[in-house]
């Protein structure tokens, strides 16, 4: 049987895990970046982006309202994009691996660990740091870019 402080170590490990998992899987499916533009009348453009489709809506842009929705992917440099969502898909494995070890570990015998908490802070750091490059990236993708811009001038 393993220590009780050793499941107790691994369990909370575990359980920190699956609440930053689940923190971003819920950042994954809400809203990412929401922007407004003036246009060339007195009216406005309001674009709110999500991780494969977006929304324009139009507010006495350039004639008469509405709302448009379009896929992401169109309209943005497809290699950023496709960075962003690979690095989040590799940053949701390196996060399930490391509830996995930490899984195994709280019931494994007393003297024995798979990859043992070095193992946890690898999986760790790596979901950490391809979240920090996540966070970098798709900012850059909607605002260096000029991608904002250039749907609007495709939609309307």
């Given amino acids: 049987m393993p220590s009780t402080k050793k499941t107790l170590h691994f369990m909370s490990c575990a359980l920190a ?5 689940g923190i971003l899987g819920f950042g994954m499916s809400t809203s990412w970046a929401e922007t407004s533009m003036l246009c060339e009348t007195n009216g406005t453009a309001h674009i709110r982006l999500e991780l494969f489709n977006g929304f324009l809506t139009r507010i ?3 004639l008469f ?7 992401v992917t169109g309209n943005a ?3 950023l994009h496709i960075l962003v969502v690979f690095f989040l898909a590799l940053c949701m494995v390196c996060s399930a691996g490391s509830i996995l070890i930490a899984l195994y570990n709280s019931v494994s015998n007393p003297y024995e660990t798979y990859m043992g908490p070095i193992g946890i802070y690898v999986c760790s750091s790596i979901s950490a740091c391809l979240s920090v490059l996540v966070l970098i990236l798709f900012p850059i993708n909607v605002s260096v870019t000029s991608m904002a811009e250039d ?4 939609l309307t």
Avoid: R, Y
């Avoid at 895990?17 to 998992?21: F, G, R």
């Avoid at 309202?65 to 896929?71: A, L």
């Fill in 151 to 154: 749907l609007v001038n495709q």
């Fill in 65 to 71: 309202g509405g709302v448009d929705n379009f896929e």
């Fill in 17 to 21: 895990t699956a609440v930053s998992v």
């Fill in 77 to 79: 440099p497809l290699i």
């Fill in 60 to 62: 006495s842009c350039p």
